[in-house]
């Protein structure tokens, strides 16, 4: 079975935020389901394809950041996506204010700590692994670090009772922008 996991994003929506925007082209980029590229490295095309494990936090990412002691006994295979389920999208709608507004975070140490697992993708569905001035720094270092930084996926709730699948990851190379759109797919190897 697939699951498309790339956000729907109403075109008015878009359009209405991008009037906003200093720099129309740059801010594209960070619509929908998106992939940060602030270091401008080149993203290797292996990346396309890799296991895929998911993370359920749901249950404690309204109430506080999502910290290290939150992981027990989590095995990250090789060249892994690591889905982060914070259930955020499924709670409030993409592009309203509140969708925005003080969504999850993890911590500063779990994301020194990712940095060193055999990651190439972390997915998270809300807008963001920190918030505010905290956001580019924190992708930042993950990408210098091989691993990108994928916002704003839906429908991780899908992926709660698989314990094994594939990932697909499709982007577009941008040599300006800072946010590349993407399509993710799960593939979980059960017919559908």
């Known amino acids: 079975m697939k699951y498309d996991l790339t956000t729907k994003v109403d075109q008015c929506l878009i359009e209405q935020w991008l009037s906003t925007q200093e720099n129309r082209h740059i801010a594209t980029g960070h619509v929908g389901t998106h ?6 490295s080149v993203i290797p095309l292996d990346y ?3 296991p895929g494990i998911l993370w359920d936090v749901s249950d404690i990412a309204e109430d506080r950041e999502i910290s290290l002691s939150d992981i027990e006994n989590i095995h990250i295979p090789e ?22 507004r003080d969504h999850p975070q993890l911590s500063n140490e779990l994301i020194q700590w990712l940095t060193n697992q055999p990651l190439r993708f972390l997915g998270i569905d809300c807008s963001g692994i920190r918030r505010g001035k905290e956001h580019e720094p924190a992708d930042r270092l ?19 009772d698989i314990d094994v699948f594939k990932v697909y990851t499709l982007w577009f190379d941008d040599p300006v922008a800072t946010g590349l759109q993407c399509k993710v797919v799960v593939d979980t190897g059960i017919p559908t």
């Open 142 to 160: 993950l990408e210098k670090n091989g691993i990108y930084v994928i916002e704003n996926l839906s429908g991780l709730n899908q992926l709660l």
């Open 48 to 50: 396309i394809m890799c």
């Open 79 to 100: 060249h892994a996506f690591l889905f982060i389920h914070t259930g955020r999208i499924e709670k409030e709608k993409y592009g309203t204010a509140d969708y925005f």
């Open 35 to 40: 992939l940060d590229t602030y270091e401008k």
